[in-house]
């Protein structure tokens, strides 16, 4: 592949990005197909190519302030997680990844066979549940359903708890976007990486 090609590979990837990180698309698929017609491409880059593209602009345009906020929303996130340790939570997304940009939210997942059981543990704590859905999606022929928690934080991050039942728990799940298993962080490792690295990214090389 010359450079010129590189170069045009390179500006569909980083429009599609654009797209994503501006709002103006919500979902991979559809900004990429955006800047394929934008820039009469006949290819699409692949999700991994328009994730790293996203992880730059939100660096260029964010600065040290987005290394301060992804330490504010781990540490929140541990607060929550310490909360629901009975739970064995496992936190994922964009906060595990260090991937954060304006819109991020903490996701935290939840194994449990009895939802409304976390939910009402949640409204004895004190959170205020903001929405919750039902979800169910297909992949590989399995059907999953799980429920999705709207909650805000003391920081007023938005916070998102999934909860699926307990047969996916230790079930290998690969990451749509960047191609790799989703590991997350469990309440032990969030502290050591607090402790140790903050800010660190989880990204595959």
């Not at 059981?117 to 004895?124: P, R, T």
Request: proline share 2%.
């Amino acid at each position: 592949m010359n450079d010129d090609s590189y170069n045009f590979e390179q500006k569909v990837a980083k429009e599609a990005a654009y797209l994503l990180y501006l709002g103006v698309e919500k979902e991979y698929k559809q900004a990429k197909l955006r800047a394929a017609r934008t820039f009469g491409a006949n290819f699409l880059p692949t999700n991994l190519e328009v994730a790293l593209e996203m992880n730059k602009i939100a660096d260029e345009r964010e600065g040290r302030a987005r290394k301060e906020r992804l330490i504010q929303m781990r540490n929140e996130a541990l607060k929550i997680m310490k909360i629901l340790k009975v739970y064995n939570p496992k936190m994922v997304g964009s906060v595990w990844r260090g991937t954060i940009h304006r819109a991020s939210d903490i996701d935290i997942v939840l194994y449990q066979d009895s939802p409304y059981e976390i939910i009402h543990f949640l409204k004895q704590n004190n959170f205020k549940i903001l929405q919750r859905e039902w979800i169910t999606i297909t992949k590989r022929g399995r059907t999953i359903s799980s429920l999705h928690i709207s909650l805000e934080s003391s920081t007023k991050e938005n916070v998102e708890i999934v909860i699926r039942g307990s047969e996916e728990a230790n079930r290998r799940e690969r990451c749509e976007i960047y191609g790799d298993e989703i590991i997350g962080l469990d309440v032990q490792r969030l502290e050591t990486l607090l402790r140790e690295n903050p800010t660190q990214q989880f990204i595959p090389t």
